[in-house]
Nanobody
Framework: QVQLVESGGGLAQAGGSLRLVCAAS????????MGWFRQVPGKERDFVAA???????YLRNSVQGRFTISRDNAKNTVYLQMSDLKPEDTAVYYC??????????????????WGQGTQVTVSA
């Protein structure tokens, strides 16, 4: 079955960096469109970044210039490099996979597979 396993979360100071890693299995990764979402308690899970199978990337406005999404098809892995972290980046970050070449890459319901999440905490 499809499994997405996130790692790399933790505690960082404001201005610091973290790299999240999502290892995928059970799907043809090179044909999959991958996304990162984040969620804080009591709020909806929000789009952060996406990368299409062909490599096109998308970022939410508030992380542009600070976050980068990339993928390594040879390793079935997608990354989220986060720099210049801010306290408002604190959330549980989820990796997601979509087998559909949807234009609505920013919508949760376009992704059929999810990881368990990894906590990112940024202190002021």
């Amino acid at each position: 079955q499809v499994q997405l396993v996130e790692s790399g979360g933790g505690l960082a100071q404001a201005g610091g960096s973290l790299r999240l890693v999502c290892a995928a299995s059970g799907l043809t990764f090179s044909n999959s469109h991958m996304g990162w979402f984040r969620q804080v308690p009591g709020k909806e899970r929000d789009f952060v970044a996406a990368i299409r199978s062909g490599g096109t990337t998308y970022l939410r406005n508030s992380v542009q210039g600070r976050f980068t999404i990339s993928r390594d098809n040879a390793k079935n892995t997608v990354y989220l490099q986060m720099s210049d972290l801010k306290p408002e980046d604190t959330a549980v970050y989820y990796c997601a996979a979509s087998l559909s070449n949807t234009p609505f890459y920013y919508l949760r319901n376009q992704y059929g597979y999810w990881g368990q999440g990894t906590q990112v905490t940024v202190s002021a």
